[in-house]
């Protein structure tokens, strides 16, 4: 079945520290690929997205995600993180073909201390 | 520039009444979608619209129903609510080639 994993529910990182968010799908093709952040309370806000080209995206908030066909992976990254990054983070999956319907991971929540 | 608008943005409904969420979008999308989001569960996809006149399933439609009588809004409808429907309900509307834009969401809860 067509889906999205995290595999983490819950990190939590120094501040200061790097982070990184795993995310797979299951679709047949290259689907498009999205990372959403949600602080509590919030709506989602759009940090990248991949549709095609080079597979190190460049996103808001100092944050990237790197496409891997092979490993049907796209994978978070932030060098370094702020407290004011703490917030849940959700993968999403436009597979394209099946009638544009955006799919989303279960989230994961990222906690920073001091 | 609005973007995508959801209202209302938050409601207390009895147990068996109705009401009607609306969503409106200023970017000319083709694409609009109602997401539910509940704790632990992500957001899960109740119905999608891709054009004008046209609505589609999603994962967890029942019920709830749709409307896209224009291009620029999508309307959900809950004819006899359940304390099941307690969520947050989340508008998107989207475009190939651009992705997708939230509302900020609609906090509904059902007693």
């Known amino acids: 079945a067509q889906s999205v994993t995290q595999p983490d529910i819950h990190i939590t990182v120094s501040e200061g520290a790097s982070l990184e968010l795993r995310c797979n799908y299951s679709y047949g093709a290259t689907p498009y690929l999205f990372w959403y952040v949600q602080s509590p309370g919030q709506g989602l806000q759009l940090l990248l997205k991949?549709?095609?080209?080079?597979?190190l995206v460049q996103g808001i908030k100092g944050f990237e995600a790197e496409f891997k066909r092979s490993q049907s992976s796209f994978n978070l990254r932030k060098p370094s993180v702020h407290w004011s990054d703490a917030a849940e983070y959700f993968c999403a999956v436009d597979p394209i073909a099946a009638g544009n319907k955006l799919t989303f991971g279960g989230g994961t929540r990222v906690l920073v201390k001091p | 520039n609005a973007g995508v608008t959801q209202t209302p943005k938050f409601r207390v409904l009895k147990t068996g009444q109705s009401m009607t969420l609306l969503c409106a979008q200023d970017m000319n999308h083709e694409y609009m979608y109602w997401y539910r989001q509940d704790p632990g569960m992500g957001l899960r996809l109740i119905h999608y619209s891709v054009g004008e006149g046209t609505t589609a399933k999603g994962e967890v439609p029942d019920g709830y129903n749709v409307s896209r009588l224009k291009k620029q809004n999508f309307l959900l409808g809950l004819e006899s609510a359940a304390p099941s429907q307690t969520s947050v309900y989340f508008c998107a509307s989207g475009s190939n080639n651009y992705g997708y834009t939230f509302g900020s969401g609609t906090r509904l809860t059902v007693v």
């Open positions: 991949y549709f095609s080209g080079d597979t």
